[in-house]
C-alpha cells in the first residue's frame, strides 16, 4: 500500500462516483490518464490487491515528479506523455488491456496557483499556461503575435464568448502600445471590454479558450478516447471527467457513437454530477461531469 507524503492541493472530483464507474478490481489494470497530483491514482491503489498494477500518465512533468515523491508504491508506473502519445508510450512500457481508464480533463488547483504556470487571470504570473513544458507555443505567443481575426475566433470557438470580436480588437490595440506579459494585464484588457458583473470573472472564457489553443486540448482529447478504448480489455471501462461543454459534446458523442455501433456500452447516459456536499467542500467541482462506457 502506498502512503501519501504531504496533503494533496488538488481535491479529486467525484472520487466515490469514479470508484463505483470503474469497478475496481484487486487484481485488475487500470491506468489513470491524467495523473495530475495524484488523487484519484490514490484511490484506485487502495483497492488494489498485491497483483493489481496502476500506470500513470501525464503530459505535465512537474506533476508527476510531484506523485513520485508522494505515492511510493511499486504497483504504481508512472509515465510522461500526451493523450495523442498514450498508446505508443503505454505500449512500449509493455502494458496494455486495462480494466478501467480514468481522464480527469480539469486543470489541478497546483498549476493554477503556480506563479510560473500563467493559468489564473488573478496572478502576474507570465502569459504561459502550457501543460507540457517541453511545448514551445505559450499564451503569451499567442496573445501578442495572432492576428485579430484568429484571437476572435479562438474567442468565439474554444471560449464560447459572445464578445469576442471586441475583445480581439482591444487586445491588438494594447499589444501595439506594449507587449501584453501577464495574466493581470491580459484580465484588465477583457475587464474593461466587458466589465465586472456577477460571481464569474469577465476572463474567465478568454482564459479557457487561450488555454485550449495553447495545449491543443480538444484534438487532444478526441485522439485519447480514441487511444484509450483500444487499450481496453473486453469488459473494461472508460471514465471521463470533463468541465465544460465543448469537452461533454465530443466525450458524450464518442461514447453514444461506440454504443451505436455495439462496440462498447454507455455506463450512463446522462452525466453524473457533483453533489451539492461535494461542491460546498470543493466548489471548482461544479462544473464537473462524469460519463463511462464498457467495451463489449
Not at 500500500?1 to 470508484?19: D, N, R, Y
Not at 501595439?176 to 484580465?187: D, G, M, P, V
Amino acid at each position: 500500500m502506498g502512503k501519501t507524503g504531504e496533503k494533496i492541493l488538488h481535491l479529486p472530483v467525484m472520487t466515490a462516483e469514479v470508484m463505483e464507474m470503474l469497478s475496481v478490481r484487486p487484481d485488475g489494470r487500470y491506468l489513470d490518464a491524467t495523473v495530475g497530483q495524484g488523487g484519484h491514482s490514490s484511490e484506485i491503489l487502495r483497492r488494489l490487491g498485491p497483483a493489481g498494477l496502476l500506470v500513470g500518465m501525464d503530459r505535465d512533468r512537474e506533476a508527476l515528479m510531484a506523485v513520485s515523491e508522494r505515492i511510493k508504491d511499486k504497483r504504481l508506473k508512472l509515465f510522461h506523455s500526451s493523450f495523442s502519445g498514450m498508446e505508443s508510450t503505454v505500449r512500449d512500457g509493455g502494458y496494455d488491456a486495462f480494466d478501467g481508464i480514468l481522464m480527469d480533463l480539469g486543470v489541478s488547483m497546483t498549476q493554477m496557483k503556480s506563479n510560473e504556470r500563467g493559468f489564473s487571470f488573478l496572478t502576474d504570473a507570465p502569459l504561459d499556461m502550457r501543460m507540457d513544458r517541453d511545448a514551445t507555443l505559450t499564451a503569451g505567443d499567442i496573445v501578442n503575435t495572432w492576428p485579430q481575426h484568429q484571437l476572435e475566433e479562438i474567442f468565439r470557438d474554444f471560449g464560447e464568448e459572445k464578445r469576442a470580436r471586441r475583445i480581439a480588437r482591444a487586445i491588438v490595440e494594447a499589444r501595439k502600445r506594449q507587449r501584453i506579459t501577464t495574466c493581470r494585464e491580459l484580465a484588465d484588457i477583457v475587464k474593461g471590454v466587458i466589465g465586472r458583473s456577477g460571481r464569474i470573472h469577465p476572463a474567465t472564457r478568454i482564459f479557457q479558450a487561450l488555454r485550449i489553443a495553447v495545449n491543443n486540448e480538444l484534438e487532444e482529447l478526441d485522439e485519447g478516447l480514441r487511444q484509450s478504448f483500444s487499450l481496453l480489455a473486453r469488459g473494461g471501462r472508460l471514465c471521463v471527467i470533463s468541465y465544460h461543454s465543448l469537452e461533454d459534446r465530443i466525450v458524450k458523442n464518442r461514447f453514444r457513437d461506440w454504443d451505436r455501433e455495439g462496440l462498447a456500452r454507455r455506463l450512463n447516459k446522462k452525466p453524473v454530477i457533483p453533489s451539492p456536499e461535494e461542491i460546498r467542500r470543493n466548489p471548482s467541482s461544479r462544473s464537473g461531469k462524469l460519463r463511462g462506457v464498457e467495451r463489449l
